[in-house]
């Protein structure tokens, strides 16, 4: 048995898989968490980025083992205090700004853009990689990843779909609804833990509003709770968010 483990963690085709695999499995179930309960990272967000990270470290190794053996004449001639990694550093601090801007907060108080942050980053992580030659990482990354762009959203959907926890942004025409909207959700036997108002400016034609974070019973449809604060009178706008 140490054997085995010895050998997984050598720098090999099997060693590489597992790895990015297992990032691949425990930041999609961290995430996993996160967006059952409603929370802007959620499951590809963790898992693109535990990937990445993944790779990097991949990286980091590949380049001390070549720097050992193929590319040591190579490394004798420019010196050995050039250290390859620094390069690879500073495009990792340096694409961060880019995913910050892809990040924005809208009015309804919805946060967008973390899943294509994370996906640039672990672009950028897999960009070394194919810069370092490293192509048994960057064939195994690449199909992780489009994995996680393509293929997991279905999957992603229909699990927040049937989540307990859920965000609801609703427009009302005044303040005074806000107390109608709660009794209205408590009566379908949910529980309301945070509601954030916005109460709106005359100046710029806008209605008052309000984000209302749920807690639905076990058995409890999304659609029923829309449908029911949907059905008050004094309500415009109602988007589950």
């Known amino acids: 048995m140490t054997e085995f483990f010895e050998y997984l963690r050598e720098l090999n085709t099997a060693s590489v898989l597992l790895r990015l695999t297992l990032s691949m499995l425990c930041g999609g179930m961290i995430g996993l968490e996160r967006g059952r309960k409603r929370r802007p990272a959620g499951f590809r967000t963790y898992m693109l980025v535990c990937l990445g990270a993944t790779l990097t470290m991949l990286l980091g190794q590949y380049e001390y083992v070549m720097l050992a053996g193929p590319w040591a004449s190579t490394a004798a001639e420019i010196g050995t205090r050039v250290d390859v990694s620094r390069f690879g550093a500073q495009v990792i601090n340096g694409i961060g700004f880019l995913g910050a801007g892809t990040i924005i907060v809208t009015g309804r108080q919805e946060v967008k853009g973390l899943t294509t942050a994370a996906a640039l980053w672990a672009s950028a992580c897999m960009g070394l990689a194919v810069g370092a030659g490293f192509y048994e990482c960057v ?37 005074d609804d806000v107390g109608v909207i709660i009794n209205r959700i408590k009566a379908q036997g949910a529980q ?19 984000v209302f974070s749920i807690r639905l019973s076990q058995r409890l449809p999304h659609t029923k709770v829309i449908a029911a604060i949907s059905g008050l009178e004094g309500v415009y706008t109602i988007e589950e968010i």
């Not at 064939?139 to 989540?163: C, D, Q, Y």
Request: zero cysteines; proline letters at 4%; charged letters at 25%.
């Open 192 to 210: 309301i833990f945070e509601v954030d108002i916005d109460r709106g400016r005359d100046e710029n034609m806008r209605r008052p509003s309000a």
């Open 139 to 175: 064939l195994l990354g690449f199909i992780l990843i489009f994995l996680s762009i393509r293929v997991l959203p279905a999957i992603e959907s229909i699990i927040v779909e049937s989540a307990r926890n859920i965000n609801l942004y609703v427009e009302f025409r005044s303040l």
